[in-house]
């Protein structure tokens, strides 16, 4: 292959809408090796397949990846919320053989719509639960029930003929910053955080993707563009899949590197496929690309990574291409939901009651959340009314039945909001840090539509209060 199409193969870039520009099929048939889909790219499940059809059209073994964890994060179900809990509720559950039902499910859902790279399972270990980034997306902060349930995600997706990817290598759960915004520093010892990733690895994980976190005792620069640190992945661990680079334009590295230095330095660290990101798109792509192989020809990357890396590319693409899906049980979600909600209290339902959900500012791997705890619960209780405060907002004079916070530990104003209102029950929907002075609370450990649809039923007395 040309140096042009053996760099094409490493790029992974976005697109906005429901159709594929024609720039998109163009770079297809000249070697791009993968795309990734946002939730600006589906409409539905019917035009989502049609959409997949027209690129494997163009490249039969291009590799599709999305980010589907289940919980707070979907694209698939983003404007409805998932049909799946997050990692958070899994862990809490901690049933090996559910995790794995609902990543086969997940996974169902995505083959049947053409997609065949799951940016999932987060593999972090939730260290610091001052994280604004992993939170409720972790399966917990004890390494060994974290390995565990990454151990079994993988194998669900992947029974599934779905490549898993398990991230954010070396480790981002005990971060305080989010690497969409800024750099983060890690000063614990990441090798702490390697057994999710030595358990993924065990079970044949396709993929795993880097942090872009600085670990001052390693290297000076992001892990994404280390040596070292990906030496720790493939000689320490013994990896030898792909390794993706979380997106380039996340400010992390776009802001101290930048994009196309940081996608010639992360290839020759190590990395194989290179994510452009949500806002950068055909020029970004042609500026990579042409940056990519002007290192080469400058002796910066040799030219012998570059042939590797695209080689791993292909072969995720046709081990991907060969996948088949199978009959998987849709109802795990909701067995899982059900089975995490923490109930403490009475938590009967007023007539016609007020929801007040308190809401931080969104979090960037999940986007802003369209989906509400009122809304689903307005649709079983008639004269529910909902309303939503940011923080600074302005507060109900009237009392309000349910309180909604998310996170709770980490926001002073979401606290004492939530106690001076006293309403009769406290959702949390994040970490379950916090715990209000008032006599109900619930915990569901992430905010999945299942998961508000379980509150729905306890606050309905459907379920028992623990």
């Not at 450990?445 to 649809?453: A, D, H, L, Q």
């Amino acid at each position: 292959m040309t140096l042009e199409r053996l760099a094409a193969t490493c790029i992974f870039p976005s697109f906005a809408g429901p159709v594929a520009p024609a720039w998109v099929l163009r770079r297809l048939e000249r070697g791009l090796g993968g795309l990734c889909l946002f939730a600006y790219n589906v409409r539905d499940r019917e035009q989502l397949a049609a959409l997949t059809a027209s690129l494997r059209a163009a490249r039969d073994d291009v590799v599709i990846g999305i980010d589907e964890e289940g919980g707070d994060v979907t694209r698939l179900e983003a404007a409805r919320g998932s049909s799946y809990p997050g990692n958070g509720a899994l862990g809490a559950v901690d049933d090996l053989e559910l995790t794995e039902q609902v990543a086969a499910a997940i996974a169902a859902d995505l083959r049947d719509v053409g997609v065949n790279l799951d940016f999932a399972p987060v593999a972090d270990v939730l260290v610091n639960p001052a994280n604004p980034v992993i939170g409720i997306r972790s399966f917990g902060s004890d390494p060994g029930l974290v390995s565990r349930h990454v151990a079994a995600f993988v194998r669900g997706l992947q029974r599934q003929g779905v490549a898993a990817c398990a991230k954010h290598f070396p480790g981002h759960g005990a971060t305080e910053q989010d690497s969409h915004l800024e750099l983060p520093v890690v000063t614990d010892d990441v090798r702490e955080g390697f057994p999710p990733f030595r358990a993924a690895i065990d079970t044949g994980v396709q993929a795993i993707m880097t942090a872009h976190v600085l670990v001052p005792a390693l290297d000076d620069v992001p892990a994404t563009v280390s040596p070292a640190i990906l030496r720790l992945l493939r000689d320490e661990l013994g990896y030898d899949g792909v390794v993706i680079a979380d997106a380039l334009e996340m400010k992390a590295v776009s802001e101290t590197i930048g994009v196309e230095r940081s996608a010639v330095r992360a290839l020759s660290a190590g990395v194989d496929a290179l994510l452009i990101g949500h806002d950068l798109h055909e020029e970004a792509v042609a500026a990579v690309q042409q940056a990519l192989v002007e290192a080469v020809a400058a002796g910066e990357l040799r030219e012998e990574r570059l042939r590797e890396a695209a080689a791993r590319v292909e072969r995720l693409g046709a081990w991907a291409a060969a996948g088949e899906s199978a009959p998987a049980d849709a109802d795990a979600g909701r067995t899982v939901a059900r089975r995490a909600l923490e109930v403490h209290g009475d938590v009967a339902l007023e007539p016609a009651p007020l929801v007040v959900e308190l809401r931080p500012a969104a979090n960037m791997a999940a986007g802003q959340a369209e989906h509400a705890l009122g809304e689903i619960l307005a649709e079983r209780v008639p004269g529910t009314r909902s309303v939503f405060v940011a923080e600074g907002g302005a507060v109900p004079d009237a009392r309000p039945a349910i309180v909604v916070v998310r996170d709770a530990h980490r926001h002073a104003w979401m606290r004492e909001l939530a106690e001076r209102l006293s309403p009769a029950v406290v959702v949390e929907v994040g970490v379950p840090v916090w715990r209000p002075r008032g006599p109900a609370y619930i915990a569901t450990y992430g905010g999945s539509r299942v998961s508000f649809e379980a509150v729905v039923d306890v606050l309905a007395g459907v379920g028992a209060a623990a």
